[in-house]
């Protein structure tokens, strides 16, 4: 089973056309619901998804990992992040998925730089991209071409050591140190971003940081 | 003016002397905090009483003079105290994840048995 899986955070507006347009790619679609004032969760099942309630947010790597544990108990063969707000195209969907299985690897990382479809803001293409792509390197281990981009696909074998502890964004600097812990085979894969929002800027990127450092000192089990 | 500050300092370490006991005896602090939280007040009595010992000791480590070296002291035990009140805190954000996750899921396959 191909399950994509949503995080959405008052993504009220966009999420039931999300979920119809992902429909027709994969076997079903599960929106985490991670806490939202607005009407996300009954807009998420009017446009036919799953929906998993998270009684108070907790974040987009939560979110994920509560995906994640959904997808375990189904036991889904292959697991999609895509994001809730529609910046991603559906049409990568299917390519990627036979990227990934072609070359007979783990798991899948979309990119926005392998391809000139996606138009980034100036400052994000050549000052913050940069710099979060040399920390998620140093981080990680894992020479990844996007730093951040929320468009991936694993399969059972990667699904199974990617456990996410990171709640906030820094997951997306998890995954791949994840990748590299377990000698999981990854590629990338050029993916179309369309930005309705410039993301997290520099703040953002600082909580990250701030996340990892303290995170270190957590011993998870 | 110098004796009644002295005085003064000496009554409150004394509260809190009092005050550190009777959470060992209620069995809120260990035996090993317990003392570490007396021998610092004592201590504390101590360089209030004989002001010019923290110099001595302050030169020992190259400062010059006694209040510095118990200002930096304090700095970096606050810094100390700051960062494990982070770590904790973050843990206990990842247990709330934990409880909130497990009722999402838990949920969910209530609504998939119906």
Redesign the interface.
């Known amino acids: 089973m191909f399950l994509a899986l949503v995080p959405a955070y008052n993504e009220a507006r966009h999420i039931s056309s999300v979920v119809r347009n992902l429909l027709p790619h994969v076997d079903r679609v599960v929106v985490i619901d991670d806490g939202s004032s607005d009407k996300t969760a009954s807009e998420a099942i009017s446009g036919g998804a799953l929906v998993i309630s998270h009684d108070i947010n907790r974040g987009q790597g939560a979110s994920l990992e509560t995906g994640h544990h959904y997808a375990r108990s189904i036991n889904a063969d292959f697991v999609l992040h895509f994001d809730g707000d529609g910046q991603f195209d559906v049409e990568d969907i299917a390519g990627a998925h036979d990227a990934l299985t072609s070359a007979n690897a783990d798991i899948l990382f979309g990119s926005r730089f392998l391809d000139d479809r996606s138009t980034l803001p100036w400052a994000k293409r050549f000052v913050i991209m940069p710099i979060a792509r040399h920390i998620n390197r140093v981080v990680s281990g894992l020479p990844l071409r996007d730093a951040h981009n929320g468009f991936r696909i694993l399969n059972r074998r990667a699904l199974d050591v990617v456990r996410m502890t990171q709640d906030g964004m820094a997951h997306a600097t998890e995954i791949p140190s994840l990748v590299k812990k377990y000698h999981l085979r990854y590629i990338e894969f050029p993916v179309k971003v369309t930005y309705h929002e410039f993301g997290q800027g520099v703040r953002g990127g600082f909580r990250i940081l701030k996340d990892l450092f303290f995170g270190m000192f957590i011993h998870t089990p | 003016m110098l004796i009644l500050f002295q005085l003064a300092f000496i009554l409150f370490s004394l509260i809190a002397i009092a005050h550190v006991v009777r959470h060992w005896r209620d069995h809120l602090f260990q035996l090993g905090g317990t003392i570490a939280w007396v021998l610092f007040w004592v201590l504390a009595d101590l360089s209030v009483l004989w002001p010019t010992t923290t110099t001595v000791v302050a030169n020992a480590f190259g400062i010059g003079r006694g209040a510095d070296f118990i200002l930096y002291l304090a700095i970096a035990g606050i810094f100390a105290v700051l960062f494990r009140l982070?770590?904790k805190i973050?843990?206990v954000?990842?247990d709330?994840?934990t409880v909130?996750?497990d009722?999402?899921?838990q949920?969910?396959?209530k609504k998939d048995t119906l």
């Open positions: 982070y770590v973050e843990r954000q990842r709330v994840t909130v996750r009722r999402a899921i949920d969910r396959a």
